[in-house]
């Protein structure tokens, strides 16, 4: 198939929701490989605008700013600045990062949804949803809380229980409240507008499935999940009073799903850039709806459905409605969504509300200069087709082994002899031998090498190409020894040292969409700013006689204390994490003191334990209870004592009155009480004393 060869790009990151920072995770799900994507084609002198900006609707906005007793505007306010500022310092070069706040996006965002009412793109739906009477307003499912029907969690959501992490919907929940006044919802009628997705399965079936096999296999695979099954109509309005308010008669006090809302913040956001300055981006037009420009999206897996499904059905509804004087305003579809998996951190999920995650604003001042030791970081382990893992330690490595022992070390070589023996000038080259021809064939094709794997959104493997470069330097100034050279044919070692520097100079065009802080400081010190792209491969760079600057450590290592202070801070969240999670269960309901009497509860002297045959959760105790006689009972804490036999000698309590029960074939003759720690391990009761068997708890 013909690969299609475009004027101009348009590559857009996924909005950071303004509800808090930007983690790793963010970052090498989306914005370091769009970033690397973007200065890649910059540097190939392609066309090509990068949009960024804050998402700043929604719910879960609201609920903060409730918790803090502040506007969500004052929310959004904060959070959009620390995350603007944290991608600016960090190296994320959008030509345009603005919010959906903005006046230009509201504007934009209720034409379109307008443009589809009016031409009968939505349905109009009533459904049951739940009220809070006392607030007097509808609950989205974040304002309501309950007990899970699962696991019985007290204090699921209404879209999902975080204890046992199944979906659910606000009905679902046992005994729901509202978070708002915390009175008991009641179910009432409400009118919302509806995106038929089913009326546009079998165009997503052929655009997708047909069109772009070549899409990654996670996204492909998600995408055909959902067309494998029924698609239904989906809400574009919220009964929200923070959100853009929906253009429609009747619509007071809704405004439209923030899913909706926000990719269309890409399109808003292009068209104040291009307000903005005109001679130079033109028309947003150009950028969205021309044929010749190529879109590409730049996502995490869980807003594949978002990007995938609904974004092309609302810009293909508008397409269908958009016809004016024999002429179309089409919306062009994007040409690929490179999403990528989950990164966990230390072995553990990432989540903002436990606080696991390193956080971008934090990295940047516990780590001031070394932006690009985690983007290099970040790419070396980017979950391009699974979930990964970073962990601090790797970090270290990769810092200290790779960047410092390979990149660094061969540049920091190269040129500290050049100063030793040339005074910094470049020297001639002179004569090749065999070990010089055989250097120069290993990086000639680099360029062909990392342009593939870019152009196939390869950013892990391309960056490795890049290193290789260094590996290839390495190996050839250590066979070739100058430093030994230099002592008895200067002539043969200024062409050594001509070839590493023409190697540096590479590395520094290489690594310019991956690292730039490094590749700008590398061409300040080889002093220059000529080296274009296209001359990535040649040995013909850096000309003799070109005067370089004075060496210095491109990198630097990072050591155990630096790193121990991460781990130590992830493992106070952690133990917070712990201390805040625990709570004691809710008390049961009164009962009589005639009803507490019935229940026999006494002492007994454990003579034996042991784990029962085939079972994993059985443990049968051996118990003096005082009669004279022995009595068994089985209990399922098998798990929480690897030891049973530890339990021998203890005065344990147990229900003498219960009826036996026959277990694993065993006759259990009462229950051993067993209490529930914050980890919801289980542990027997004991007595402070040795009392006497067979003794009444009263």
Known sequence: MEVKQYKRYTVTSALPYANGGVHIGHLAGVYVPADIYVRYLRAKKREVMFIGGSDEHGVPITIRARKEGITPQDVVNRYHAMIRDSFDEFGISFDVYSRTTSKTHHQFAAEWFRKLYDEGKLTEETTTQLYDEEAKQFLADRYVTGECPHCHNQGAYGDQCEKCGRDLSPTELINPKSTISGSTPVLKETKNWYLPLNEYQEWLKQWILEEHKEWRPNVYGQCKSWLDMDLQPRAMTRDLDWGIPVPVEGAEGKV????????????SNTKELCERDPQRWGSWQKWWQDEDTRLVHFIGKDNIVFHCIIFPVMMKAWNECSMVNGQCSMFIMPDNVPANEFLNLENDKISTSRNWAVWLHEYLVDFPGKQDVLRYVLTANAPETKDNNFTWKDFQDRNNNELVAVYGNFVNRALQLTQKYWEGVVPARGELLDVDRQAIAEFKDVKEKVETLLEQFKFRDAQFEAMNLARIGNRYITECEPWKVWKTDPKRCETILNICLQIVANLSIAFGPFLPFSSNRLRSLINTNDLDWEQLGSIDLLPAGHQLNEPQLLFEKIDDETIQKQLDKLESTKKA?????????????????????????????????????????????????????????????????????????????????????????????????SAVDSDESLSVVTTTKDVKPGSQVG
């Open 577 to 673: 994490n712990e201390a805040a999670a625990w709570a004691p269960a809710a008390i049961k309901d009164t009962v009589s003191f005639e009803d507490f009497e019935k229940l026999d509860i006494r002492v007994g002297l454990v003579k034996d334990c042991q784990a029962v045959k085939k079972s994993k959760k059985l443990l049968q105790f051996t118990i003096d209870d005082g009669t004279g006689t022995d009595r068994t009972i089985c209990s399922g804490i098998a798990q929480f004592y690897e030891n049973p036999s530890e339990l021998i000698g203890r005065r344990i309590l147990f229900v003498a009155n219960f009826a036996p029960r026959k277990m694993m074939g065993i006759e259990s003759q009462g229950m051993i009480l």
């Open 256 to 267: 439209l799903y923030v899913w909706f809302d926000a990719p269309i913040g890409y399109v």
